[in-house]
């Protein structure tokens, strides 16, 4: 691997791969460095994807590989530990060096972050192991695949009663799961009555299966409710801890009071507060679609290759200028 790029790219998932390959057919060098931990592996398929509908998580990225490889982008399995700025040159500043997990270190003009996030769950013991199967998380990702089935609904946000009528779209029999009542007022509670929504006010404290198959829900007060399906929000933590070097950190994100995770604060282009680190996809918008990363990805990768540009120009001018005597030719 050589040791110098124009860009880096963290992560090769939707986002990280789309903005290699914008990249990439703009002649740009590119290293994309990825850990092979994309946060939908646990689903079996990705939706609302036009032209990959349905298509594997990993099937998605072993295609984006192989386009972004014709346009000579370098793909390493790993994982980068820690990030730090560099001197550039009078013309352009900026620069940066990283350190993969296997103790290289690699340079680059621009970094791009499309590490993703992390999904902390709701602690119920055996809802882990169903994540992405049969506890999910999105009417629009995984609501066709459980219509008309016994769903169950926890509501552990203030937007969780909506979530519970997102999915009665799909099923009659849809039950939510209030623990704490704060989280739902009367009107909500009128809507829930008013669409079928049978109401338990208590808390969910097991998710049962049987072997790969949910199949319901214990409660604090005793008993089970039988389900084929449980939603439930999960909290997503953006993956930036190796650029604490840059002086760059997550931010709380809230809906009102409520915290509902964390993602890395970026400008209209994508750009973080520092000059030439940029980020896309699920790290700076937890709420994204796979789609909707991969576009991120794509508007990334378009502004990194412009601001190179800028400074290709800069840099041509300044040796213009040297050549002529220090006057740049028009």
Do not use: K
């Not at 646990?42 to 590989?65: D, F, K, M, Q, T």
């Not at 982008?73 to 040159?89: L, M, P, Y």
């Not at 055996?126 to 049969?134: P, V």
């Not at 519970?164 to 007022?185: E, Q």
């Amino acid at each position: 691997m050589r040791d110098h790029f124009d860009v880096i790219i963290v992560g090769g998932a939707a986002a990280g791969l789309s903005a290699a390959l914008v990249l990439g057919r703009s002649r740009r060098s590119v290293l994309v460095v990825d850990a092979g931990e994309p946060r939908n592996a646990p689903a079996a398929g990705i939706h609302n994807y036009l032209g990959r509908e349905g298509a594997a998580p990993a099937e998605l990225g072993h295609l984006g590989r192989e386009e972004v490889a014709a346009y000579g982008v370098q793909v390493t399995a790993g994982r980068i530990v820690a990030a730090s700025a560099t001197e550039g040159d009078a013309d352009d500043p900026v620069g940066f060096s990283v350190t993969l997990d296997s103790g290289e270190v690699v340079t680059a003009r621009r970094l791009v972050v499309a590490s993703g996030a992390v999904d902390v769950l709701p602690e119920a013991p055996g809802l882990a192991e169903q994540w992405g199967r049969g506890v999910v998380h999105c009417p629009f990702c995984h609501g066709w695949e459980i219509r008309d089935r016994r769903i169950g609904v926890l509501v552990t946000t203030p937007t969780g009663a909506h979530h519970a009528l997102m999915f009665r779209a799909l099923s009659d029999d849809v039950t939510a799961f209030v623990a704490d009542p704060s989280l739902v007022d009367d009107t909500a509670l009128a809507g829930l009555s008013a669409r079928g929504i049978d109401v338990v006010r208590d808390r969910v404290t097991a998710v049962v299966s049987d072997g790969d198959r949910l199949t319901g829900v214990t409660l604090a007060a005793g008993g089970l409710v039988g389900l084929d399906a449980l939603a439930a929000a999960s909290t997503p933590e953006a993956r930036v801890g190796f650029l604490t070097g840059l002086g760059l950190e997550a931010a709380d994100q809230f809906m009102g009071d409520h915290r509902y995770g964390s993602a890395l604060p970026v400008d209209e282009v994508g750009q973080t507060a520092v000059r030439g680190v940029y980020a896309a996809g699920n790290v700076s918008s937890p709420m994204a679609t796979v789609i909707a990363s991969a576009a991120a990805g794509t508007a990334v990768g378009a502004a990194v290759h412009g601001d190179l540009v800028q400074a290709d120009v800069a840099s041509a001018v300044a040796a213009a200028g040297a050549s002529a005597g220090g006057t740049p030719r028009p």
